[in-house]
């Protein structure tokens, strides 16, 4: 079965940066994109970064200058690296995969930003 495990997130001040960590088995990982998104309490799901196989990435504009998302395909991780925090990105962060849809996704990591 698949599993995403996400790692690394916490309480940090507006201004600093933090970075996210997502581990997964159960996927030819080499094949698949790989996604950040996040959801706030009362807010949609929204997508932060993906990265595909051949290392194509798109960011949200929100997120553009700020966050880094990278994959390390023989380690089965891709990480989010978050720069510039600001408390609008105060979220639960979700690292999915899939092929044209994210279809697997893991549990989440909770993102607060203070001011």
């Known amino acids: 079965q698949v599993q995403l495990v996400e790692s690394g997130g916490g309480l940090v001040q507006a201004g600093g940066s933090l970075r996210l960590s997502c581990g997964a088995s159960?996927?030819?990982?080499?094949?698949?994109?790989m996604g950040w998104y996040r959801q706030a309490p009362g807010k949609q799901r929204e997508l932060v970064a993906t990265i595909t196989p051949s290392g194509r990435i798109t960011y949200a504009d929100s997120v553009k200058g700020r966050f880094a998302i990278s994959r390390d395909n023989a380690k089965n991780a891709v990480y989010l690296q978050m720069n510039s925090l600001k408390t609008e990105d105060t979220a639960v962060y979700y690292c999915?995969?899939?092929?044209?849809?994210?279809?697997?996704w893991g549990e989440g990591t909770r993102v607060t930003v203070s001011s």
């Open positions: 999915a995969t899939g092929r044209n849809d994210m279809d697997y």
């Open positions: 159960g996927i030819i990982f080499s094949i698949n994109t």
